[in-house]
């Protein structure tokens, strides 16, 4: 059982940057891959970038290479996604969630946060 809040969304111009913060609690966290994933209005939830339990193995979306990072603190357990260069096509609510492997795929997670509002503006 994990419960996890999302933050640090929020509005920005296009080729800004925002870091967001996926906070856990309950059971153990640093046993758990952490993904994120957005989805835009009228669009179904797209896979943005995950991590495994120690940091080591990360796995980005093509949209998003070079411009996002992830990275966790299990000694605070946050995982973080750092975005850089932000288009207004990465408007969107992301979610966090927690999976045993860092795929891609939304049915390898078990636990959900409510998700962040982030908005890019031309």
């Known amino acids: 059982q994990v419960q996890l809040v999302e933050s640090g969304g929020g509005l920005v111009q296009a080729g800004g940057s925002l870091r967001l913060s996926c906070t856990a609690s309950?059971?153990?966290?640093?046993?758990?891959?952490v993904g994120w994933f957005r989805q835009a209005p009228g669009k179904e939830r797209e896979f943005v970038a995950a991590i495994n339990w120690s940091g080591v193995s990360t796995n980005y979306a093509d949209s998003v290479k070079g411009r996002f990072s992830i990275s966790r603190d299990n000694a605070k357990r946050t995982v973080y996604l750092g975005m850089n260069s932000l288009k207004p096509e990465d408007t969107a609510v992301y979610y966090c969630?927690?999976?045993?492997?860092?795929?891609?795929?939304?049915?390898?997670?078990?636990?959900w946060g409510q998700g962040t509002q982030v908005i890019v503006s031309s």
């Open positions: 969630a927690t999976g045993s492997t860092p795929w891609d795929i939304p049915r390898e997670y078990d636990y």
């Open positions: 309950g059971r153990t966290f640093s046993t758990y891959a």
